[in-house]
């Protein structure tokens, strides 16, 4: 009996031994199992994160290349469009001296000038001077281009001069609160960016006497200002004005060499343009655009400086 109970503690002993080495042979199985998994898993967020990497770098060099596309686009937008200004600017000075005639030196000159446009009646007048085949200056008002950029971009290329009348003809304004210098500037930096002429020529409006201080003169002196008025005043601008008292005005003062005629954008001043034309032609003179390397002092004051 006593063997027989040793023999059945031994194989009980074995089985618990057997069981105990199985269960450690499957828990290093289980742990290698795991340990590849963590290795498999570690490989594949690597290999992911290198992946983003990647394709973050790329993405990073796509957005730097368009970038800089961009940033070269911008350089070069500018340059083209200083470009096509110059263009303009060139094409607006080969219209002109094809449309400019020689003066012969002993010939009486006129200017026509018109002040307060661009209007709605700015392209009739046009026609009526290409028609004739001659050219005016134009004395423009700020507030007015925007409204009528297309006549004034015609005016300039069909050999007319423009130059600035204000931005708006307010005497207050401009003269008794000191804005004549800043308004002109205004005017003169639309006109150019309209056209792409650089003029410097302005009229006072109602004339540069009395309103033109000694110290607006001097501030339009140190600004390269040059201010014309005028020496026929053909009073179309008055309400009681027609064709008929115009035309009058012109053949009454016209009677120097050298005449610089006042004119606005009036009806009566269209309607009586062709017959003006035609009387200073009979009496001899040849018409001039404004020229400024040819700029001659004319103001109330005779300031030569101006």
Known sequence: MKSH?????????????????????????????????????????????SEQVQIKSSKNSVKQSTAKKSEVGELIKPKENNQKSNLLEQQNKINQSKNRQPIKQDQKVVYLTFDDGPSALTNQILDVLNREKIHATFFMIGKNLYDHQEAVKRAVQEGNYIAAHSMTHNYNRLYKQGFFVSEMEQTLSILNHLTGENTRLVRAPYGSRPGL?????????????????????????ENTANASTVVNEVKKQATKNNEVILLHEKQATLDALPEIISYLRVKGYAFKVYNPNEHFSLNFWNDRRL
């Open 5 to 49: 109970k040793r023999k059945q503690k031994r194989m009980i002993k074995r089985a618990i031994v057997s069981l105990c080495a199985v269960f450690l042979i499957f828990s290093l199985i289980y742990h290698l199992i795991g340990k590849l998994k963590e290795f498999a898993v570690e490989n594949v967020a690597k290999s992911a994160e």
């Open 213 to 237: 201080s000694i110290k607006l003169r001097n501030d339009s002196v140190k600004a390269g200002l040059k201010i014309w008025d005028w020496n026929v005043d053909t009073h179309d601008w």
